[in-house]
């Protein structure tokens, strides 16, 4: 499935070397302020081809919304938003047309559909993640103007099981290599009451 939420809820498409990615968020009340200049702020922070250690593609991820805003705030209705691809060159990706990339899904999704979009990885790439940081920014713009203090912080903690992360991913990466990591992720200012007892915690 490519929905993820239950009282509000993103449902996302595309692909990484399609015209564009985007989704529809649902359950986002009506009156939110809409600020893009956060939202954009949020896209930047994870945009491509801004360091040696990421992706050289090179993607403005401009997000454009098509519905679900009015006079910058938002309806109460679904909130439509694409994000242009801009900088997709599927022909790298020749080469890897009948060979499956080690730590990627390309194996996965051909055990499970029977077919893969090799290039870029399709839904399986990273860049589908713009999707939800758009939904992200939302909703911790619609938890700020709740008066509900959460903070969110994450950040890459391990790579390759090392904590020097910028010299093993160049390590990684001169070795033609992959490499897995840890992601550490802290949530603060939670109400009491939130969540489930078991599942959806």
């Known amino acids: ?7 509000f809820r993103l449902t996302c498409f595309g692909e990484s070397h399609g015209a564009a990615l985007g989704g529809v968020v649902d359950g986002c009340p009506a009156g939110v302020v809409i600020d893009e200049d956060y939202i954009q702020q949020q896209l930047d922070r994870r945009r491509p081809g801004q360091s040696a250690l990421t992706t050289s593609r090179n993607e403005a991820d401009k997000v454009q919304f098509l519905s679900g805003i009015f006079e910058g705030k938002t309806t109460g209705t679904p909130i439509g938003f694409i994000i242009a691809n801009t900088n997709q060159h599927s ?3 020749g080469n890897v047309k009948d060979a499956f990339r080690p730590s990627h899904a390309d194996y996965t999704y051909t055990a499970k559909y029977g077919f893969r979009d090799y290039r870029g990885g399709g839904r399986s790439s990273a860049r589908e993640t713009a999707c939800r940081v758009v939904a992200g920014a939302i909703a911790q713009l619609l938890l700020r103007q709740s008066g509900v203090p959460v903070q969110i912080e ?3 903690a391990q790579v390759g099981g090392s904590t020097d992360i910028e010299s093993t991913i160049l390590a990684a990466k001169q070795e033609g290599d ?3 990591g840890v992601i550490a992720c802290t949530i603060t200012g939670v109400p009491a009451g939130w969540g489930e007892p078991v599942f959806g915690k």
Do not use: E, K, R
């Open 1 to 7: 499935m490519n929905t993820f939420g239950t009282l």
């Open 154 to 156: 994450a950040n890459i």
């Open 178 to 180: 992959t490499v897995g």
């Open 91 to 93: 022909s790298d990706y």
